[in-house]
């Protein structure tokens, strides 16, 4: 599977932004999709994952209450709609996609096969 991320953009704090990655290729619906990010000089971070099946989310502590992962499997789409933006947010954000089928989605980076190319988000204080 292929995956395109955009929507990125600058931002002001407090503001919202909605990432979209669309994928490639067949049986999306099988694959458990995952939002990370990664800032200058720091390691790439989990913010969300949404299982393949019963659409279950997983969110990373830094962004529990103000970001949503949504997945249309019609469109082969994952969106990722970031409120309530700080600074801190700021960061090339990458989509990913895991076809294990596991149950408990990969919170590591390593658990995903597929990548997308990145999108920047700044966010302005």
């Known amino acids: 599977v292929q995956l395109q991320a955009s929507g990125g953009g600058l931002v002001q704090a407090g503001g919202s932004l909605r990432l979209s990655c669309a994928a490639s290729?067949?049986?999306?619906?099988?694959?458990?999709m995952g939002w990370f990010r990664q800032a200058p000089g720091k390691e790439r971070e989990f913010v969300a994952t949404i299982r393949w099946t019963g659409g279950t989310t997983y969110y990373g502590d830094s962004v529990k209450g103000r970001f949503t992962i949504l997945r249309d499997n019609a469109n082969n789409t994952v969106l990722l709609q970031m409120n309530s933006l700080k600074p801190e947010d700021t960061a090339v954000y990458y989509c990913a996609a895991d076809s294990s089928r596991r149950l408990i989605p990969p919170y590591n980076p390593a658990g995903y096969d597929y990548w997308g190319q990145g999108t920047l988000v700044t966010v302005s204080s």
């Open positions: 290729g067949r049986s999306f619906s099988m694959y458990t």
